[in-house]
């Protein structure tokens, strides 16, 4: 599982895969979102825009990411 660390409330579905280096960009994240190709917390989601907070899961290409802490900043 890779881990993507956020020192923010949430970070949003499409910033989080272009965070993770996922997909290139942010409208390929958007694409990739709206086809139903990716899951959160095991179920697909199609909205690029929902809030990702520490503890969610997300899959996507056959790689699972969680979101977590970056406790670094503090």
């Known amino acids: 599982m ?7 409330p949430f970070i949003k579905l499409k910033d989080a895969l ?3 280096g ?3 960009s942010g409208a390929v ?3 990739a ?3 139903g190709k990716v899951k959160v917390n095991g179920e697909i989601c199609t909205v690029s825009g929902k809030k990702m ?3 969610d ?6 790689v699972t990411y969680e979101v977590t802490h970056d406790f670094s900043t503090k």
């Open 2 to 8: 890779t881990k993507i660390y956020i020192h923010t």
């Open 18 to 20: 272009k965070f993770a």
């Open 22 to 24: 996922a997909v290139e």
């Open 29 to 31: 994240a958007k694409i």
């Open 33 to 35: 979102v709206l086809e």
């Open 53 to 55: 907070v520490v503890g």
């Open 57 to 62: 899961i997300i899959e996507y290409d056959s």
